[in-house]
Each structure stands twice: as C-alpha cells, then as structure tokens.
T-cell receptor, first 115, second 112 residues
Framework: GAVVSQHPSWVICKSGTSVKIECRSLDFQATTMFWYRQFPKQSLMLMAT?????????EQGVEKDKFLINHASLTLSTLTVTSAHPEDSSFYIC???????????FGPGTRLTVL | GEDVEQSLFLSVREGDSSVINCTYTDSSSTYLYWYKQEPGAGLQLLTYIFSNMDMKQDQRLTVLLNKKDKHLSLRIADTQTGDSAIYFC????????????FGTGTKLQVIP
C-alpha cells in the first residue's frame, strides 16, 4: 500500500492566493522528505529537500519565499505556494527516502491550477 | 549539469517485449534507476543497477547498461496491459544521499 500520501490531490485557486499542500509519511518516520515539480511531458524537477526540525534546502533557482516548506513533525512536511500565479500551475510531488540506495517513496502528487 | 533523456512514447502489443531506452551524460553516475508512474499514483521504484554492472534481471524486467555509451535500457518481457504507465529513467552519484536526476519519462501504451 501507499506509504506517502498527499493532500489535496487537486486544487484550483485564484491568482494571488496561497495554497498549502501536505505530504505525510504513513509507515515510518521520515526525517528527510523531498518536493518535486513536474511539468507535462517533462521530468521531475527537485525543488527542495525538507529536513525535520530545520530549514529546507532549496535547489538553485527555486524561490524560498515563494515556496515555503515546513517539516514540523517526523511524518508531515508541507509546501505552501504563496501568492500563486498561473505560471505556478503544475503537478507537485513529494517523496521520502526508502530502504535501498537512494530509493525514494513518492506520493501520488497534487495538481495545482491557478486561475 | 546532469542530463537524462528518453523517448516520449512507446506502443507495443500485449505479449510482446517492450524496450525503453535512456541516455545520460554524467560519467560519475553510480546508480541508475527505473521508476514507474501509473495514473493517479506516485512513482514506484522498479529496479536499479550499479554502474559497475552490465545487466540485471528481475523476473520480467531486464536492465542493460552500456557505461561507455552512457546508455541504459529496460526490457519488459511478455508485456501486459497493466504495464501501461510512464517509465522514468534516473541517475545519481554515490556517497550518502545524492540528488537523483530524472529523465522526461516514456509513456508505454500496451495494445490488447
């Protein structure tokens, strides 16, 4: 069964509003989780690494103030898209580390549409 | 930077073999992966291979690695309709957790 869940699975919002996406580890605790963005017909782009109890590590080119990440507990990481604009519309996927080398367990993704 | 490329689409008949190809550019890649993404579900790790291996077989799946040409392939024997999905090739280096770079994904369509 699924070991990583995301909520919501689909969200539509107005331009200028903020949207929070939750990523939960369902089986064991996850001190490290990852947030990706996936465009149609394109690969996953790592946005940031979320570390429990500390600040997230953002990839180059990702705006920290735009995409706020909070990993307040060992089973929950949240991504908040602040002041969303239509160009933020995308598929956002979270993951956590697995058992095999560099294995990651992925959530089902959240489709964000900004009108 | 690292780059991983795949063809976008592959169509095969049920029962035939599928071969999905991938090329990468990072000569320091240590792990090479194949992930499967079904509609509405997260990516699932199918298999991975170390860069010092040429081949790995796991039931219906065969991974071939040509390190010289930086070419990776995934062969699915006796393809079933349940194999229809998007398949992502990915690579990473060794040493603790290293960033995983994904390809663009190949959509496999299995025709009954």
């Amino acid at each position: 069964g699924a070991v990583v869940s995301q909520h919501p699975s689909w969200v539509i919002c107005k331009s200028g509003t903020s949207v929070k996406i939750e990523c939960r580890s369902l089986d064991f605790q996850a001190t490290t989780m990852f947030w990706y963005r996936q465009f149609p017909k394109q690969s996953l782009m790592l946005m940031a690494t979320s570390n429990e109890g500390s600040k997230a590590t953002y990839e180059q080119g990702v705006e920290k103030d735009k995409f706020l990440i909070n990993h307040a507990s060992l089973t929950l990481s949240t991504l908040t898209v602040t002041s969303a604009h239509p160009e933020d519309s995308s598929f956002y996927i979270c993951s956590k580390t697995g058992y095999r080398p560099n294995e990651q367990f992925f959530g089902p993704g959240t489709r964000l549409t900004v009108l | 930077g690292e780059d991983v490329e795949q063809s976008l689409f592959l169509s095969v008949r049920e029962g035939d073999s599928s071969v999905i190809n991938c090329t990468y550019t990072d000569s320091s890649s240590t792990y090479l992966y194949w992930y499967k993404q079904e509609p509405g579900a997260g990516l699932q790790l199918l298999t991975y291979i170390f860069s010092n291996m040429d081949m790995k077989q796991d039931q219906r799946l065969t991974v071939l690695l040509n390190k010289k040409d930086k070419h990776l392939s995934l062969r699915i024997a006796d393809t079933q309709t349940g194999d229809s999905a998007i398949y992502f090739c990915a690579e990473s280096r060794s040493g603790g957790y290293q960033k995983v770079t994904f390809g663009t994904g190949t959509k496999l369509q299995v025709i009954p």
